[in-house]
């Protein structure tokens, strides 16, 4: 065991905790009746503070197991400390992909059953727990395989539950068929806001893929200009020479913090005019790769660099298809704050599952990364915390940094299911997190 400052991927809010490395479900289990406090963290990818545990016991490096042979109907169990970009390293080259991914691969399978992570196929696949079929979970009061159908309350407060239930150590997933790793895009950019909008709203459902970059710093008329992408997997014949290539290692890194301040309002605004300028009006039947097309940045390691010292905020929300002007209203006003807004991608949400605290809900995504250090910025935050809560929305926890607790139980209406489930399988309250503590994500320790 070590002690060790650790980061969110914003590296906004360290903390110190013990950090270990369990071997075994055994080790896992000793160390949730030893520790009064624990959390599993997997590559350090959420935003905030979700897998930290200040004064406490981290368990990373959870790599229990490996990779199943995957069977013909695309059925793989793998070790929740195996990577997306680890499975797809194997899957690939056989005629497999992930049936959800975020826009990194650098998530484990644990890490992504935590967030209930979602993809630009969510209108039409949802999100990562609708495809897990069984996971082993070591929690306070045992080791599990539960499903959908077995322990069903356990499950779906798992799926989305940000570690607080217990530590997944294996996952068993149905994966999705290719014939190569090529995507056929159809990109269109868009003068405003609300054309594309109605755009994604019209025809999205035609597409298994769909994403859009918005201009957050554009004000007036093209308030909102975007770059629509949509796409979906190619088949053999719809490219000269199909391949199935596994991901390729990234080729660039920043070595270094970049001075503070680089990314600022001036300069995000001429970034924002070269790259909607630099995509077609309109092009369709593109072929990309998979990485290109899921993962740009992971192609950049250590961006999150880029930011500085003070690192930077991820503020992803959702709203119901009723509350679309709330993502207008959200752009306008960062637009008129004058907060720099590097990367903000909208996406439509389809329906919901049924995980307790998991983020997606039918209707619009809109996700925005914000450097620390406008002082602007907190009030922004905080309006844009108003507007979603007046529109019936929700904050994504796995990207959060600074939300309080007040405004958690009306954006999570089943948290009070979540607790009684946690409380049944955790009565002492040891799987914890400096996310659980900050926003009373914790249930009722037994005396």
Known sequence: MTRATLYGWGRTTPSIAEVLAPAS???????????????????????????????????????????????????????????????????????????????????????????DVHGKNHHLDGSFGNHVLEMRIVTPSGAFTISPQKDAELFWATIGGMGLTGVVTSVTLRMLRIETDQVIVDTERFPDLEGVM????????????????VDCMTRGAHMGRAILTRGRHAAANDVDAPTLKAPAKPRLFVPFNAPSGLLNSLSVKVFNELWFRSAPKHQENEPQSLSSFFHPLDGVRDWNRLYGRRGFVQYQLSVPDSAGETVTSAIRRLSSSGVPSFLAVLKRFGPANPGMLSFPMPGWT??????????????????????????????????????????????????????EVKNRVDPEQRLMSDLARRLDLVGRQRR
């Not at 109605?198 to 970059?213: F, L």
């Open 25 to 115: 479900e055994v080790e896992v289990a000793a160390e949730l009746a030893r520790s009064r406090g624990v959390i599993a963290r997997g590559l350090g990818r959420s935003y905030g503070d979700a897998a930290q545990l200040s004064g406490g016991v981290v368990l990373s490096n959870l790599d229990l197991g490996g990779i199943s042979a995957i069977g013909p109907e695309g059925v793989v169990t793998v070790g929740a400390g195996i990577s997306i970009d680890e499975l797809l390293a194997f899957a690939i080259p056989q005629g497999w992909f992930v049936p959800v991914t975020p826009g990194t691969r650098q998530v484990t399978l644990g890490g992504a059953i935590a967030a």
């Open 366 to 419: 809109l996700a925005l990364d914000l450097p620390v250090g406008p002082d602007a910025l907190p009030q922004v935050l905080d309006d844009l915390d108003e507007l979603v809560l007046s529109a019936g929305g929700r904050i994504y926890f796995a990207k959060d940094a600074r939300l309080s607790p007040d405004k958690v139980r009306a954006m999570y209406p089943d948290l009070d299911k979540f607790l």
């Open 198 to 213: 109605n755009e994604m709203s019209r025809r999205d459902a035609e597409y298994r893929y769909s994403v859009a970059w």
